[in-house]
């Protein structure tokens, strides 16, 4: 079985981190678990993790606030574990800067194949895929996954750039939040569909210092990337 990458576990429940660690490995993941959120900082230091799994009810640090803190040092992709129906945990969770969340109780092997979704497109892409989309005042680099907005580099968090590129590369096409979710999160996702809401007003937040709004509401159907008129695409 090839190495994916390593993920750090954060849960307090011994049998999650068993389960997680066991399932894990078997797809080729090293699965690194911590039951107490005053230890997790030095063990990201330390450990320098592909995906961190955090559970928001911690003993010490809670997940919420260890999300923030993670997205301040390296934007790492992160999935949070919420109580099912805890709505707004979830919603928190993505606007503290989350890619994905799974409700408990939940189901080891498909987490472990959301972490292997999240580690496939953050992967850099090979010299034959290594190019770029620029648009007036934008610039979103594949190989480097970085964003440039007037020049200046954009903190994004790997959900975020992956939802920008996948618009990016589609200009004018309208994308339900259905299809979004396929295309982006890459499996069959049975979450909130305002999912794609957040992570687009992080987006809109984050791309407020150019004059074009590029992603734009279609009402009653969904999301699409539009350039100016003008203006035109290039891929490099």
């Not at 979704?117 to 190019?131: E, M, P």
């Amino acid at each position: 079985m090839p190495y994916l990458g390593k993920v750090l576990l954060v849960d307090d429940d011994q049998n999650v981190l068993e389960l997680v660690k066991l399932y894990g490995e078997r797809e080729g993941l090293d699965v690194i678990g911590i039951d107490d959120g005053e230890l997790v900082l030095p063990a990201f230091d330390r450990e320098n993790p592909d995906v961190v799994i955090l559970d928001i009810m911690l003993p010490g640090k809670d997940g919420l606030t260890l999300c923030r803190n993670l997205r301040e040092i390296r934007m790492v992709p992160i999935i949070m574990l919420t109580a099912k129906g805890e709505e707004a945990d979830r919603v928190l969770g993505l606007e503290m800067g989350a890619d994905d969340y799974v409700s408990k109780p939940f189901s080891p092997r498909e987490l472990v194949a959301r972490i292997k979704a999240l580690l496939r497109r953050t992967q850099k892409f090979d010299a034959n895929t290594n190019w770029k989309l620029t648009y007036p005042g934008l610039e979103i680099s594949a190989d480097t996954r970085k964003v440039l907005v007037e020049g200046v580099e954009t903190e994004v968090t790997p959900r975020e750039f992956d939802l920008l590129y996948y618009l990016a590369q589609n200009p004018r096409r309208v994308f339900t939040r259905e299809s979004l979710l396929t295309g982006v999160w890459g499996y069959d996702y049975f979450g909130d569909q305002r999912t794609v809401d957040v992570h687009i007003r992080r987006l809109r937040t984050k791309l407020a210092p150019l004059s074009h709004e590029y992603v734009t509401t279609i009402w009653g159907v969904g999301y699409q990337f539009t350039p100016p008129v003008a203006g035109g695409e290039t891929q490099s």
